[in-house]
């Protein structure tokens, strides 16, 4: 098959129309749009960072008007969504369960060694959770017999339960309080799941497929990125894919690496809203920084990770993004006592802003407050003083 040309803009549309950003409510409203949403991301990443709302929120409340965080929660408890690994934790849809068990088969042939008394008390474990239904790691006595160490270095009965549901003998669901509830898979998942283990050929066009209908346009290294921890065959079966014609093969102008695409995009007729989005930074956007350098001009890095004295922008700042275009990021913390949403830093990319543009930025900027249940806003500093002045004087 004939590779596809594409310009950078061409390029922008379609991934922005994967990632269900040519518009919002791209996917309609109500807790049926999640579920629309994330079968089509494939996959929502959780976050512990509460800075603001949480992430697997912040990246569908972006998307979906007046999104409520309980939709998540009853579609887990409908069976419809479960939660795993692909390339960090997230939400995936129930219908792609079986291709969660090659990463699980995974996780567990790449353990070290278990001594006898882990082996023991995963056991125990297991025979508690069959006698009395589902268990947080704080229901578990704190066998800690040395200090810890710090944030991963968990007890002995929160490392043998997080094996368990790694190598797929326990599932998990979220509390409220967004603990983690530990469970067998039989009382989670719905009798008609196929949890056949797939083939590395079934496995490898999964995670092609997949990739390709949430990032519209990808190489190999973004595509592979999601099944790292199992040994695949995604470069052999994506050439097939593209020989079969259900694949293409694209070319970006000044991009050099081989990229793909699904066919539905060679002639699809994108619109982009020009609605301005202000997004997680581990929304599926942002994930890829060199995807965003590569085809959005953007150098974006989540700097939480970022030892304090390097940050440049803040501790955690939010791509705006309008139509194509990431036009600021954006420092804020939500203070949910004064229920105020504090933007410590609004930094403003090189680019000529117009009065209907800086307006979509205030809208945006009022519904991420209303998402994190503020009711006033702040803006501490901002490197253009006239678009503060302007910002201080419209929002409340």
Same mark, same amino acid.
């Given at each position: 098959m004939d590779k596809i040309i594409l310009t950078k803009p061409e390029a922008r549309k379609i991934i922005l129309h994967a990632a269900g950003l040519a518009r919002r409510a791209q996917f309609g409203k109500g807790k049926e749009a999640v579920y629309k949403l994330i079968d089509q991301l494939g996959f929502v990443?959780?976050?512990?960072?509460?800075?603001?709302?949480?992430?697997?929120?912040?990246?569908?409340?972006?998307?979906?008007?007046?999104?409520?965080l309980e939709w998540i929660d009853e579609l887990q408890a409908d069976g419809r969504i479960f939660e795993f690994w692909t390339f960090a934790t $997230?939400?995936?849809?129930? @219908? #792609? !369960?079986?291709?969660?068990?090659?990463? *699980?088969? /995974?996780?567990?042939?790449?353990?070290?060694?278990?001594?006898?008394?882990?082996?023991?008390?995963?056991?125990?474990?297991?025979?508690?959770?069959?006698?009395? $239904?589902?268990?947080?790691? @704080? #229901? !578990?006595?704190?066998?800690?017999?040395? *200090?810890? /160490?710090?944030?991963?270095?968990?007890?002995?009965?929160?490392?043998?339960?997080?094996?368990?549901h790694f190598d797929g003998r326990l599932v998990t669901t979220r509390r409220k309080d967004f603990q983690k509830v530990y469970d067998l898979p039989e009382n989670i998942l719905p009798g008609d799941i196929d949890t056949t283990m797939p083939t590395d050929e079934e496995f490898a066009r999964h995670v092609i497929m997949r990739s390709l209908k949430v990032l519209g346009i990808a190489s190999i290294k973004e595509i592979a990125w999601s099944?790292?921890?199992?040994?695949?065959?995604?470069?052999?079966?994506?050439?097939?894919?593209?020989?079969s014609g259900e694949v293409c093969s694209v070319a970006v102008a000044d991009l050099k690496t081989p990229l793909y695409m699904l066919p539905e995009y060679k002639k699809k007729k994108i619109t982009l809203s020009g609605d301005a989005f202000i997004l997680s930074p581990f929304d599926i956007l942002n994930v890829y920084r060199f995807r965003l350098r590569d085809f959005f001009d953007f150098d974006y890095q989540v700097e939480c990770f970022v030892p304090k004295p390097k940050r440049k922008y803040g501790y955690f700042s939010l791509p705006v993004l309008i139509g194509d275009t990431f036009v600021a990021r954006m420092d804020s913390k939500a203070d949910r006592k004064q229920r105020m949403l504090i933007i410590h830093n609004i930094h403003f990319e090189d680019i000529k802003l117009t009065k209907a543009m800086i307006g979509k930025v205030c809208d945006a900027i009022q519904r991420f407050a209303r998402f994190n249940q503020c009711e006033t806003i702040t803006i501490e500093k901002s490197n253009n003083k006239t678009l503060l002045k302007t910002l201080r004087n419209t929002l409340p």
């Open positions: 990443q959780i976050d512990t960072n509460y800075v603001v709302e949480r992430a697997h929120h912040h990246t569908l409340a972006a998307r979906i008007p007046d999104y409520k $997230g939400y995936i849809p129930m @219908r #792609d !369960f079986r291709f969660s068990l090659p990463v *699980k088969a /995974s996780f567990a042939a790449r353990r070290n060694d278990l001594t006898q008394a882990e082996v023991n008390l995963m056991r125990r474990i297991l025979d508690r959770i069959a006698r009395e $239904g589902p268990l947080r790691a @704080r #229901d !578990f006595e704190n066998d800690r017999v040395t *200090k810890s /160490s710090g944030w991963w270095d968990w007890r002995p009965s929160k490392v043998a339960l997080e094996r368990l099944a790292r921890f199992v040994k695949n065959s995604v470069k052999t079966e994506i050439l097939k894919l593209v020989d």
